[in-house]
């Protein structure tokens, strides 16, 4: 028990330090870019004078070291600085994004899963035949295809599409925002509303993500396949289902909750991509929208979020690992 | 050689796919009757559709955009800057991983130190928010976008090449090397690297897809290669608003850049699976998008 706890306590000793490694590392990133942040905040109509006071005001004519301690400082504190261009705190603005990239994230993260591992499992069964072949030619290719150009095309099957083959309105999908705009729809009618425009958008994260899940499960399932015990529990009259379903997965069980984590960036990077085709006011597209208008603040912040994020997930599929195997009664140390 | 590209059908493909768009990309701008960045009479040649012909009574592959400019002939050119930028990307990356993993697997200590921390805190930023902060922080264009591929992608490389001669250290080989007066570098150069590479010259075979990928998603936001210059991702982007009338503008451009990744990811699947057998203990490393 004594060695459990000092084993978590070592992880969570790596984890901060590796936040604060992180932290540092952004600080000299935006320092390091060329050009003084201050030209670019004043309008051009701006003095000297303006420039210098703007200066002052940000902290940027103290030496490099103090601006590094209140940054990090202040980061420590949860706070995240002010948005150059709507002046709200930075923490508040992420905080409102963050649902919105949550939800559509999490439901996608699900249904890459639901769907990934039996697609997986189902080629690995059928390994080296025909039916394996075709579906792994086709998870490869859309694993191959990017996200934004995968939420494109089925933008314009659900309009272009549905309207050349005369499909029903009910069969047309609303391809931009979160809601029918101008509409006050309330309780299950916007909620329909709601999963209508959510449509197209987790289907392109939950496609990208499973393709590259199932991807995996193939090659885990067909090496688990080899091992012994598969053969003894089919010999014995246990049902395929029961195999796969109980055996395989209960063994493959470990190996996912780390392709869960380690998914996570790729989720992140996904999410930038179809929030900015379909319009969602989430955590990517407000960094986009930042990016484009070099508002600083709220790019760091964006970006201590995520690696906030990342390291979290790794962090607590390493506490979980232990207890998902059986075989290893305690955290290695 | 000759095991890696046998009688294999897959590899037979993907190779040939690569090829042909090589040759494709170095000839079909060239051949093309206009001038591919040239723009026209408007009104009689834009949006094309695929297999039709323009007022003019010329024949379009993929159709036209909608300044009327071939969207095949573009898609073409485009190829040359997106397979330069996704080779370029990956083996400049590729080089810095090399040299950053060699380094803290020789001398140990301190520079191991630091440059597995670095790596881990670079590895801890989504790649494509890495991308997208550094690419905003420079001017947007080809070299920007060079080097920003190389920056954030080297940390895979230098882990799997620092364990690699981690291992190869110990073997007696390097021991006889030190014994005869070999110096230290010449060791590691000569002796320890050449045993240490393969998985990373898979990795970087897979980074071509990737590379692409993401050059080609920078480009998408606008952070990437700037229009007039073509790419995959910007001639995506120019189709954006025009997907619901005419969406063959956006996807048509999709189609080489899925073709080229699908016949990179398939030769970089096999070269593993043929250089490292089926239970690659980095498998995982190489099989993760970022």
């Known amino acids: 028990m004594q060695n459990e706890w ?113 697609l997986g ?48 309105q009910a069969m047309r999908l609303p391809a931009f925002g979160i809601r029918t705009p101008g509409s006050a729809l309330y309780g299950w009618a916007g909620f329909i509303d709601l999963a209508r425009h959510a449509v197209l958008p987790v289907a392109t994260l939950a496609a990208v993500g499973a393709a590259g899940i199932a991807r995996y499960s193939r090659s885990a ?31 493959i069980t470990p190996q996912l909750v780390v392709l869960g984590a380690l998914s996570l960036p790729g989720l992140v990077a996904g999410s930038v991509f179809v929030e900015s085709v379909f319009s969602w006011p989430g955590l990517g597209r407000a960094m986009l929208v930042a990016i484009q208008g070099r508002d600083y603040p709220v790019v760091m912040g964006a970006t201590v979020f995520y690696a906030a994020a990342v390291i979290f997930a790794n962090f607590a599929a390493d506490l979980a690992l232990p207890l998902l195997d059986p075989r290893r009664a305690s955290l290695p140390a | 050689m000759r095991r890696i590209f046998s009688t294999d059908r897959v590899t037979a493909w993907a190779t040939a796919a690569l090829a042909a768009m090589l040759a494709l990309a170095l000839f079909v701008p060239l051949l093309a009757r206009h001038d591919p960045l040239a723009i026209g009479d408007v009104l009689a040649l834009r949006l094309v559709p695929p297999f039709g012909r323009d007022a003019a009574g010329a024949w379009h592959l993929l159709g036209t955009d909608r300044f009327g400019r071939d969207l095949f002939v573009r898609m073409m050119l485009a190829a040359r800057i997106s397979l330069a930028i996704g080779v370029g990307g990956s083996l400049l990356a590729a080089a810095i991983g090399t040299m950053a993993g060699a380094l803290a697997a020789w001398l140990g200590g301190i520079t191991d130190r630091v440059a597995m921390a670095l790596a881990d805190a670079l590895l801890a930023i989504p790649r494509l928010v890495l991308l997208l902060v550094c690419a905003s922080l420079w001017r ?138 089926q239970r690659a203990p980095f498998a995982r490393q190489l099989g993760e998008r970022t």
Do not use: C
């Open chain 1, 6 to 118: 000092s084993a978590v306590a070592r992880r969570v000793a790596d984890a901060l330090v590796l936040f604060w490694l992180v932290v540092t590392l952004i600080f000299v990133l935006i320092r390091m870019a060329p050009g003084d942040p201050a030209e670019f905040l004043v309008p051009p109509t701006a003095t000297a004078g303006d420039a210098a006071r703007l200066r002052a005001e940000l902290g940027l004519d103290r030496p490099l070291a103090i601006q590094y301690a209140r940054w990090a400082g202040a980061v420590v504190r949860g706070d995240l600085g002010e948005s150059f261009s709507t002046r709200r705190p930075v923490s508040r603005l992420l905080l409102d994004a963050a649902p919105v990239s949550a939800a559509l994230g999490g439901i996608s993260l699900l249904l890459t899963f639901l769907i990934g591992v039996p």
């Open chain 1, 121 to 168: 499992m189902f080629q690995a069964a059928h390994r080296g035949r025909a039916l394996d072949r075709l579906t792994t030619l086709f998870t490869t290719t859309v694993y191959a295809a990017p996200t934004f150009w995968i939420a494109l095309a089925l933008v314009a099957v659900f309009t272009y599409g549905a309207a050349t083959l005369g499909l029903p």
């Open chain 1, 221 to 251: 399932v067909a090496d688990v396949l080899t091992e012994g015990w598969v053969g003894s529990a089919r010999a014995k009259g246990a049902r395929p289902s029961r195999v796969y379903g109980a055996h395989v997965l209960r063994n």
């Open chain 2, 140 to 277: 947007p264009g080809l070299l920007t976008v060079l080097v920003v591929l190389g920056a954030t992608g080297w940390m895979g490389v230098a882990r799997i090449i620092r364990s690699e001669i981690l291992g190869v250290r110990a073997r007696p080989f390097v021991e006889a090397a030190h014994a005869l007066g070999v110096s230290h570098w010449q060791v590691l150069w000569r002796h320890v690297l050449p045993n240490a590479i393969g998985p990373a010259i898979v990795a970087t075979t897979l980074g071509v897809g990737n590379a692409i990928l993401l050059e080609s998603g920078l480009s998408f936001l606008g952070l990437g290669i700037q229009p007039p210059r073509p790419s995959w991702g910007n001639m995506i982007a120019g189709g954006r608003d025009l997907i619901v009338t005419a969406p063959w503008v956006a996807l048509a451009p999709g189609i080489a850049l899925i073709v080229t990744v699908l016949a990179v990811t398939l030769l970089g699947d096999r070269l593993r699976d043929t250089l490292a057998g």
